[in-house]
């Protein structure tokens, strides 16, 4: 079975640009999460989609960055425009459906390293 | 608001040593708590996870984790250290009744010396 995976595996970009990231969760998955680590910091919640609606998206940053889950199944984090803040690594994440427990293994993917210049 | 604090950013053993790696959770008591691992140039894996079952709980590649109520932690061990336990070692708390989103500790990176 596929784990979760994630595109592109770098992204160099300056200041003002556009990015785009994909997240391909685990087939049949319907929570998608959305992370990221600063440089230094910790990693931090962005948001969670169950299925195509956004669940919670108390993390994002501001209204630069943008998440969608077209039809459910793979995910997009675009950042637009880009600063020189938003550099980190951005992880997503996906789990089964939780059933009515407050917790489901959630099985992470490698990560997209974005650095804006 | 639950929380989690590792203690060491960095955290060097010789090969064949102890592991100790230190977590502490904010004092309202979580029903879960989990080590998550990664490993260069991979995703985060999960190690270990408490479930207010057992408060020793044991992982994958002998790692083990006791729940201590009185002390607050959940610090993370191995008897002994291999050159492949080098990694980037995560406490994290999931924040209860809310969709599971993840709370993460710093992070403490384990060297392991020949």
């Known amino acids: 079975e596929a784990g979760v995976t994630q595109f592109p595996s770098h992204s160099v970009i300056e200041k003002g640009q556009t990015v785009t990231l994909r997240c391909d969760p685990i087939?049949?998955?319907?929570?998608l999460y959305w992370y990221r680590r600063v440089m230094g910091k910790e990693i931090k919640f962005l948001l969670h989609f169950v299925k195509e609606s956004k669940q919670d998206e108390s993390g994002m940053p501001n209204n630069r960055f943008l998440a969608e889950r077209t039809g459910g199944t793979y995910s997009t984090l675009k950042v637009q425009p880009a600063e020189l803040e938003d550099s980190g690594v951005y992880f997503c994440?996906?789990?089964?459906?939780?059933?009515?427990?407050?917790?489901?293994?959630?099985?992470f993917g490698p990560g997209t390293r974005l650095t804006v210049l | 608001a639950q929380s989690v604090t590792q203690l060491g950013s960095h955290v060097s053993v010789s090969e064949g040593a102890l592991v100790l790696l230190r977590c502490n959770y904010s004092?309202?008591?979580?029903?879960?708590l989990f080590w998550y691992v990664q490993y260069p140039n991979q995703g985060l894996q999960l190690l270990l996870k408490y479930t207010s079952a057992a408060t020793l709980v044991k992982g994958i590649n002998g790692f083990e984790a006791e729940f201590k109520k009185s002390e607050t932690s959940f610090h993370l061990t191995k008897p002994s250290a291999h050159m492949s336990d080098a990694a980037e070692y995560f406490c994290?708390?999931?924040?209860?009744?809310?969709?599971?989103?993840?709370?993460f500790g710093q992070g403490t990176e384990l060297s392991v010396k020949p």
């Open positions: 994290v708390v999931p924040i209860y009744n809310q969709g599971g989103k993840l709370i």
């Open positions: 087939s049949g998955h319907d929570n």
């Open positions: 004092s309202s008591v979580p029903p879960y």
């Open positions: 994440a996906s789990s089964q459906d939780l059933g009515g427990y407050s917790y489901n293994e959630q099985f």
